[in-house]
T-cell receptor, first 110, second 116 residues
Framework: EDQVTQSPEALRLQEGESSSLNCSYT??????LFWYRQDPGKGPEFLFT???AGEEKEKERLKATLTKKESFLHITAPKPEDSATYLC???????????FGKGTTLSVSS | GAGVSQSPSNKVTEKGKDVELRCDPI?????LYWYRQSLGQGLEFLIY????????KSGLPSDRFSAERTGGSVSTLTIQRTQQEDSAVYLC??????????????FGPGTRLLVL
């Protein structure tokens, strides 16, 4: 059964304190691993798609990496505006939907 | 350009009533998806439409839930005889036609449904 597990559930950082979020997945034939950001009261906002082990993508203070079993979202020198819930997802076997983890809620204080 | 839009943004209803939720996808996107996000839960897939193909309804939790897509664009999710456990945020997403399953899904702001 396809499954996505994210850890930790919640993470509190001080401004400038770098850290990483983890996404472990089990899927038959990876067709893309997706990272989204979700702010309270809003829909998920697309960040990255990774397709193969070893691939990396960056956007501002965020960098996503992928291995055969997990993905990491590295946050370098975070700012308060990076506070949000970060969601990880993989495409299901039929290719018709995304299977999401429960997310990591990040709080960055100044 | 305009993103995915959903209406209403919030809906409060009484147990047993029917509700209709609307989604307008991004222009040119032929694939449309509905998800549900309950408190403390991840996003849960409900239904998928692609062009004129039969929809994938495998995620609908009961026969009280149905959805249609008219003219390959706007979609309506209908929940009949609502129950309190239907309270959740209903999210719609759209994407270009899937080719090898690599198309990015873009989400709307969601409809927050509260069943009293």
């Amino acid at each position: 059964e396809d499954q996505v597990t994210q850890s930790p559930e919640a993470l509190r950082l001080q401004e400038g304190e770098s850290s990483s979020l983890n996404c472990s997945y089990t899927v038959s034939g990876l067709r893309g691993l997706f990272w989204y950001r979700q702010d309270p009261g809003k829909g998920p906002e697309f960040l990255f798609t990774l397709y193969s082990a070893g691939e990396e993508k960056e956007k501002e203070r965020l960098k996503a990496t992928l291995t055969k079993k997990e993905s990491f979202l590295h946050i370098t020198a975070p700012k308060p505006e990076d506070s949000a819930t970060y969601l990880c997802a993989v495409r299901n076997q039929a290719g018709t939907a995304l299977i999401f983890g429960k997310g990591t809620t990040l709080s960055v204080s100044s | 350009g305009a993103g995915v839009s959903q209406s209403p943004s919030n809906k409060v209803t009484e147990k047993g009533k029917d509700v209709e939720l609307r989604c307008d996808p991004i222009s040119g996107h032929t694939a449309l998806y509905w998800y549900r996000q309950s408190l403390g839960q991840g996003l849960e897939f409900l239904i998928y439409f692609q062009g004129n193909s039969a929809p994938d309804k495998s995620g609908l939790p009961s026969d009280r839930f149905s959805a249609e897509r008219t003219g390959g664009s706007v979609s309506t999710l209908t929940i009949q005889r609502t129950q309190q456990e239907d309270s959740a945020v209903y999210l719609c997403a759209s994407s270009l036609a899937p080719r090898g399953g690599q198309e990015t899904q873009y989400f709307g702001p969601g409809t927050r449904l509260l069943v009293l």
